[in-house]
T-cell receptor, first 113, second 119 residues
Framework: GENVEQHPSTLSVQEGDSAVIKCTYSDSASNYFPWYKQELGKRPQLIIDIRSNVGEKKDQRIAVTLNKTAKHFSLHITETQPEDSAVYFC???FGTGRRALTFGSGTRLQVQP | GAVVSQHPSWVICKSGTSVKIECRSL??????MFWYRQFPKQSLMLMATSNEGSKATYEQGVEKDKFLINHASLTLSTLTVTSAHPEDSSFYICSAVAGTSGRAPYEQYFGPGTRLTVT
């Protein structure tokens, strides 16, 4: 089955700096890669996703890049703000959407004011 | 749109009792729902895949006789934790896939989760 590894486990940045979180996946058949933000006790919230036919996607301060050859994808957050502090999970799946997501282990991002 | 609800949001039960958790898609039909479990400071781990009208598919290591899943309609899936024990205490989250309702086929919509504490 799919295995997703995520690094780093914790990340502390100063407000305004950029944050980068990286994930690798094992199954070359995976074709959908979402990123979630989860605050304590709440549901994961989709912040951005990318499909395997695209190398990069951007939404305001958030961007995701995908390298299919190397089987890794990254989340980039620019101009970080204290409200970006949360746990971020990457995930991977394949198929038409009827497949469950395999999650990375999570990154706790702390943005220092 | 694409709202998924869970009930209850939290529950405390005594060891040996059973607890039922409901997951509903409120504004779309979900042909497939997933149940995840999340222990404190850990990631979401898939427990089972629930398809409407058929038996759930359980992940390795998840006891199907302990975690009963029923997906009787296109908007409701239930997870029953039978004979709960303290080690079953966790955050249970469901998600739903919209299927062919016109929404993004890849995206999963998560419920708000249910915090189960077994004493």
């Amino acid at each position: 089955g799919e295995n997703v590894e995520q690094h780093p486990s914790t990340l502390s940045v100063q407000e305004g700096d950029s944050a980068v979180i990286k994930c690798t996946y094992s199954d070359s058949a995976s074709n959908y890669f979402p990123w979630y933000k989860q605050e304590l006790g709440k549901r994961p919230q989709l912040i951005i996703d990318i499909r395997s036919n695209v190398g990069e996607k951007k939404d305001q301060r958030i961007a995701v890049t995908l390298n299919k050859t190397a089987k890794h994808f990254s989340l980039h957050i620019t101009e970080t703000q204290p409200e970006d502090s949360a746990v971020y999970f990457c995930a991977a799946s394949f198929g038409t959407g009827r497949r469950a997501l395999t999650f990375g282990s999570g990154t706790r991002l702390q943005v220092q004011p | 749109g694409a709202v998924v609800s869970q009930h209850p949001s939290w529950v405390i039960c005594k060891s040996g009792t059973s607890v039922k958790i409901e997951c509903r898609s409120l504004d779309f039909q979900a042909t497939t729902m997933f149940w995840y479990r999340q222990f404190p400071k850990q990631s979401l781990m898939l427990m089972a895949t629930s398809n409407e009208g058929s038996k759930a598919t359980y992940e390795q290591g998840v006891e199907k006789d302990k975690f009963l899943i029923n997906h009787a309609s296109l908007t409701l899936s239930t997870l029953t934790v039978t004979s709960a024990h303290p080690e079953d205490s966790s955050f249970y989250i469901c998600s739903a896939v919209a299927g062919t309702s016109g929404r993004a086929p890849y995206e999963q919509y998560f419920g708000p989760g249910t915090r189960l504490t077994v004493t």
